[in-house]
């Protein structure tokens, strides 16, 4: 299949499995018109990678599970890799939710000092 029909196969775009094949998560064949052709296996390999970036893992986090992106990502029991990489990023991700959450507060402090008690944010 070509990459439109790809991308449309697995609700992601063009330019996005451009770049998942760039990095190295996915791979295509060229077409003797120089079009990029995909196995019918991509689709699969894509909603995984979409399934993990959706979780919260990055790209490079989703490189540790190329062993398993052609089965069900899902219901497939965790390596201790992939285990540990997505231990890793949830704690990548509360550091920046704590960091987020107080810069809020601060701010919810400034604007009810600076009022007087007058306006209250919304949180």
Do not use: W
């Not at 990502?73 to 992939?82: F, I, L, N, Q």
Request: net charge positive; with cysteine; hydrophobic share 45%.
């Amino acid at each position: 299949m070509r990459i439109g029909e790809l991308a449309r196969a697995t609700g992601t775009t063009a330019r996005a499995l451009r770049h998942y094949e760039q990095v190295g998560l996915i791979s295509s064949e060229r077409a003797s018109n120089g079009y990029r052709v995909y196995d019918e296996r991509a689709v699969v390999r894509v909603r995984n990678i979409r399934y993990l970036l959706a979780a919260g893992l990055t790209l490079d986090d989703v490189r540790v599970f190329l062993p398993c992106l052609d089965g069900d990502v899902a219901a497939a029991p965790p390596s201790d890799k992939g285990l540990r990489v997505a231990l890793d990023r949830l704690a990548v991700l509360d550091e920046r939710i704590a960091v987020q959450t107080a810069a809020r507060d601060r701010l919810a402090s400034a604007i009810r000092e600076q009022t007087g008690g007058r306006i209250h944010p919304v949180a």
